[in-house]
């Protein structure tokens, strides 16, 4: 097991007890003296249902991650389904109050075996917080530092709100108002945590996620994968013969574009056709607000196809065309704004599904994204999704950029590409780069993509490999935790593999890894 402390005696029982369950079991600690993972195949006793199964084994195996073994410090929060896998969350709470991305998450599959164990719990927060909270600052008064300190004054979309929480922070713990604020004008949005004891901000996260039956008409996915021309400019007029006639399914018949899965409730000057034909051209914000529409709704229904019954299975709101701003993804609203500047974000369906993948992220692991590699592993994520999901479009002209239309005249022609030759350690730029680190990201998927198939002639196998790299991406999605990083994730699509194909061409997608200098 290589860990650098010593174990207890009740410790090690439980490990070899793991052992002698799963002979491959892999048991991994951290520096707290705890087990951070377990990977294995590890049959538990079936006690009434699944849930109860599984707090029965945590109870058992408390001694390994810290936790009290009547899990009277841990809550249940999640529980959500992938292909034939259950996955279950709890989160972390000292003397009532939760401590933030600290949780224990169980993984088990449709036999009750458990495949993976995710475990980051505090076993000693050294905190009175009744005395620190008797003594400290209000919540009222956390909410009035929060509003000076971004000049909020009339930029507030609504009321700011805190709620107490503990906040670990270079090995130290602080009792903190977590304060969530929305503003406008430009649009932001962020959770400060504020120390109770003194006032002071201990960190601030912003948490805009930026660049995630009728009948109208489209771009798939947009004018220059359509033209297969990169010439185009902003002020081309493009020809009736490139806008495609789609089907807008799911409408609720209000003559809004409404429906199961999308709501355009946001966009200024809303589409309203009775007859529910949704006919525009570009230029017109009503068709940025079609493109929202049938894009999100007809990539929700493709991954439902894939098997994914659950994954932001709602309606989300969405702002087709706000002037004057980037495209965002609110997490705390659950809402998706699309920019509009010298080109609208929504004119390009690569943009929409890139801020979609956002929702959908979070919706399968909750503020993902804590870390660096975490941030560019959203973005990259995002990007990945988007140009596979097109792959096919224009006989797969310009397939490895996302974004060409909303991209056109950056140095790349396109937002960012899927297949840059970034190296992880030594491509990886950090702090404020997620983004350009991304594309490490993104590179790896694509490659595991090609390597399933992706570059074959034979259009068949291509569309195979899509729909296979896209469900590994979304099923490994639910094994990462906000602490996620690159390495991470390359372990989460290796699992997911061995699940949902019983490890098929392992060797093909650990080498793509491998390529990237994650293994």
């Given at each position: 097991m290589g860990v650098m402390f010593e174990l207890t005696g009740e410790q090690e029982e439980l490990a070899e007890r793991l052992k002698n369950l799963d002979k491959d079991v892999k048991i991994l600690w951290n520096r707290k003296g705890v087990v951070s993972m377990i990977d294995g195949l590890i049959t538990i006793p079936v006690i009434r249902d699944i849930d109860e199964s599984v707090r029965h084994f945590l109870m058992e195996y408390s001694a390994l991650f810290g936790i009290r073994n009547d899990l009277s410090d841990l809550k249940f929060t999640t529980k959500v389904y992938g292909i034939?896998?259950?996955?279950?969350?709890?989160?972390q709470y000292h003397e009532d109050v939760p401590v933030t991305c600290a949780f224990t998450s169980v993984h088990p599959n449709e036999k009750s075996r458990i495949i993976m164990v995710k475990n980051n719990y505090h076993p000693v927060i050294p905190l009175d917080t009744k005395g620190i909270l008797e003594r400290g600052i209000p919540k009222e008064k956390a909410i009035k530092i929060v509003n000076s300190f971004f000049n909020a004054g009339t930029r507030l979309k609504r009321?700011?709100?805190?709620?107490?929480?503990?906040y670990p922070k270079d090995e130290q713990y602080y009792l903190a108002w977590k304060v969530c604020i929305s503003l406008k004008r430009p649009s932001e949005g962020y959770h400060v945590y504020v120390n109770v004891e003194d006032g002071k901000v201990i960190n601030k996260i912003n948490i805009f996620k930026r660049k995630t039956i009728g009948k109208g008409r489209v771009f798939i996915p947009n004018p220059i994968v359509a033209l297969k021309d990169q010439s185009p400019s902003p002020d081309s007029d493009i020809s009736e013969d490139y806008y495609i006639p789609v089907v807008l399914r799911g409408l609720d018949g209000s003559g809004f574009l409404r429906g199961e899965y999308v709501d355009t409730c946001d966009t200024p000057v809303r589409?309203?056709?009775?007859?529910?034909?949704?006919y525009y051209k570009r230029g017109d914000s009503r068709f940025c607000e079609v493109m929202a529409y049938y894009h999100i709704d007809s990539f929700q229904r493709f991954i439902q196809k894939l098997g994914f019954?659950?994954?932001?299975?709602?309606?989300?709101?969405?702002n087709a065309c706000a002037e004057g701003v980037g495209s965002y993804f609110d997490p705390d609203t659950g809402a998706i704004t699309y920019g509009s500047t010298r080109i609208p974000d929504a004119e390009d369906a690569d943009i929409i599904i890139h801020e979609y993948?956002?929702?959908?992220?979070?919706?399968?692991?909750?503020?993902?994204?804590?870390t660096d590699e975490g941030s560019a592993m959203e973005q990259g994520f995002g990007d990945f999704l988007a140009a596979c999901y097109f792959s096919e479009e224009g006989d797969g002209f310009n397939r490895e950029c996302m974004g060409e239309w909303s991209g056109i005249g950056n140095v790349l022609n396109c937002v960012r590409r899927v297949d840059s030759q970034k190296y992880y350690p030594e491509d990886f730029r950090g702090v404020g780069n997620c983004d350009s680190d991304s594309e490490i990201w993104s590179a790896a998927l694509w490659d595991m993509y090609l390597a399933l198939g992706g570059n074959s002639k034979e259009k068949d196998k291509r569309i195979k490999s899509r729909d296979r790299s896209i469900r590994l991406v979304l099923q490994s999605n639910f094994f990462l935790n906000p602490l996620s990083g690159f390495i991470d994730g390359a372990e989460a699509i290796i699992m997911a593999n061995k699940h949902l194909y019983k490890g098929k061409d392992e060797g093909k997608i650990k080498g793509a890894f491998i390529k990237r200098g994650f293994f």
């Open positions: 034939g896998t259950s996955h279950i969350r709890y989160q009321d700011t709100s805190a709620e107490l929480v503990i589409a309203y056709e009775t007859s529910l034909l949704f019954k659950n994954i932001c299975n709602r309606q989300v709101k969405v993948a956002h929702a959908i992220m979070e919706c399968q692991t909750h503020f993902f994204g804590m």
